[in-house]
């Protein structure tokens, strides 16, 4: 699987932008598909996850109630809708891929990984 992020940018606060990730590969819909984010100097972080079957979604606390995670199997792509951003939303934000069964909360769980895309909310 190859995963490709897209839709970063500047934002002021307050404001939304979209993520989007696009995969390759005919697994896609086999794996778990969560967000992670890096600011520098800090360690990767779990954003938040949906889960292959149900599309069931789970949030870290700091991002609950403003961002939205949602897929397109069709599509072979995952979105991470981000909505009154704060500067410390400010960070690289990674989409990546995990197996049913493994923890989704710890990147060490990822088989598979974007490049990444920059967020930076700044007046």
């Known amino acids: 699987v190859q995963l490709v992020e897209s839709g970063g940018g500047l934002v002021q606060p307050g404001g939304s932008l979209r993520l989007s990730c696009a995969a390759s590969?005919?697994?896609?819909?086999?794996?778990?598909l969560g967000w992670f984010r890096q600011a520098p100097g800090k360690e990767r972080e779990f954003v938040g996850v949906i889960t292959r079957s149900f599309g069931s979604t789970f949030y870290a606390d700091s991002v609950k109630g403003r961002f939205t995670i949602s897929r397109d199997n069709a599509k072979n792509t995952v979105y991470l809708q981000m909505n009154n951003l704060k500067p410390e939303d400010t960070a690289v934000y990674y989409c990546?891929?995990?197996?049913?069964?493994?923890?989704?909360?710890?990147?060490?769980?990822?088989?598979?990984w974007g490049q990444g895309t920059q967020v930076t909310v700044s007046s």
């Open positions: 590969g005919r697994t896609f819909s086999s794996y778990n």
């Open positions: 990546g891929a995990v197996p049913p069964g493994r923890s989704y909360y710890y990147s060490s769980s990822y088989n598979y």
